[in-house]
């Protein structure tokens, strides 16, 4: 993207009633306020010195915001995001994160594609069910403070056994946090004024409490029965009647006029959530295969890179796994006519998927056995030769050659 297209396209995403600008830096004025605020924890003694220390600032620095094009959406729209690492309250806000974490109890969550595949994979729909997926628009730029602050009062009770903290000054410490979300963009520094910065440790916590209350409250009020609910980050992935679909979006989007969801439903029953292809058969049941969006481009780290070779083990052991173990509607062959497009077309020498391949199905379908002796060192560094990028075999010695190797057993078996 050129510089004057980016300047443009973050200019008008900056002048929005969401964004404020500033006269002056006020880094000094956050600092001095955080600072107080962690004074106050110590005096109380709710923390100890050591904690107080490490979230007291002194050097505090205005963060520079920046836009992520997201390339697999028209016209490259930017995903404004604002490392605050360097912010006055970036250590505070981790700390009201961490309580925060430990209090989430979710039973809409799933950890990763993995978990949701074992899940998803167990499940018979009714009849006249079909999937859809719902995405909030700019969730963190959208969540209301009041809205934030009603879910953490809801969840007091949850969350009070994770901190020593009262409510009040609980609520306190995190209305400063939302209420201190600045940035510089060019010459000018900028305030947001309405929801939670993109970037910030503390916004993913604060939009799970409040996406949490929602999914509750909204289904709590539906008049049927939601067999398929589950969320990674501000994705869902629903089960629903096949005539309610546009009636749960409304119930959804009429909860706050500032969360808005959009939805993508089944095509030629199959829909796509993270990199799962999640399909719906003639009996109702759920099949997936590994998934990737038209505009991926299929690299990986390359064979032929100046990478260590265990790097280029393990980049082509988890792509593998992760075929293997998201893909359960295709047979053995034409899992690995996708494993093999994908890893040759980054270089990997046949012989050596192979290899792995067979280690990792044998593992799946019958117990791990002792892994078997290494090879001698004049066996090992022939046998080395054929899996080596050029570079490291000449001139490179015997020895570096039989480490590689063995590194190379070694994460093949793990």
């Not at 250590?91 to 309580?99: E, Y």
């Not at 949850?158 to 400063?176: A, K, P, V």
């Not at 990199?275 to 009996?283: A, G, K």
């Amino acid at each position: 993207m050129y510089n004057a297209d980016y300047d443009q396209k973050m200019l008008a995403l900056l002048d929005s009633p969401t964004y404020q600008i500033l006269t002056k830096d006020p880094t000094t004025t956050y600092q001095r306020k955080n600072n107080a605020i962690v004074s106050r924890l110590l005096n109380l003694k709710l923390i100890d010195q050591s904690t107080a220390k490490r979230l007291q600032t002194t050097t505090a620095v205005c963060p520079s915001i920046y836009g992520q094009p997201k390339a697999h959406k028209p016209q490259l729209p930017l995903r404004p995001v604002v490392p605050t690492i360097t912010s006055p309250t970036y250590s505070l806000s981790k700390f009201i994160a961490n309580i925060l974490s430990k209090s989430m109890k979710s039973k809409y969550n799933i950890i990763d594609s993995f978990d949701f595949v074992q899940y998803i994979n167990k499940i018979t729909l009714p009849t006249n069910y079909v999937l859809v997926s719902f995405d909030v628009v700019s969730l963190f730029t959208n969540i209301p403070k009041d809205l934030v602050m009603h879910d953490i009062i809801m969840s007091w009770d949850t969350i009070r056994s994770n901190t020593n903290i009262n409510l009040d000054l609980f609520l306190e410490i995190i209305g400063f946090c939302i209420d201190t979300s600045y940035f510089r963009f060019r010459d000018k520094i900028y305030l947001q004024t309405f929801g939670t910065a993109m970037g910030s440790c503390l916004s993913p916590i604060l939009a799970e409490f409040v996406l949490e209350t929602l999914l509750n409250t909204v289904t709590r009020n539906l008049q049927y029965n939601i067999p398929v609910l589950k969320k990674y980050v501000d994705d869902l992935i629903l089960a629903l009647p096949e005539d309610e679909v546009d009636n749960t979006l409304a119930a959804f989007n009429n909860y706050n006029p500032h969360i808005q969801f959009t939805k993508e439903t089944e095509l030629e029953n199959r829909l796509p959530f993270l990199d799962t292809l999640v399909i719906r058969n003639e009996n109702q049941s759920i099949t997936t295969q590994w998934y990737s969006k038209s505009i991926a481009s299929g690299r990986l780290l390359n064979y032929h890179s100046f990478h260590p070779m265990h790097m280029k083990i393990n980049v082509a052991t988890n792509f593998i796994n992760r075929v293997i173990k998201i893909t359960t509607n295709k047979s053995s062959d034409q899992q690995k006519h996708v494993i093999f497009q994908h890893l040759r077309q980054n270089n990997y020498p046949t012989a050596l998927i192979n290899r792995l391949l067979n280690r990792i199905q044998n593992r799946i379908e019958t117990p791990q056995p002792e892994p078997p002796p290494l090879q001698s060192d004049e066996a090992a560094g022939t046998e080395v030769e054929q899996h080596i990028p050029s570079q490291l075999t000449s001139p490179a010695k015997n020895n570096t050659r039989i480490a590689q190797f063995r590194i190379f057993l070694n994460s093949a078996q793990e």
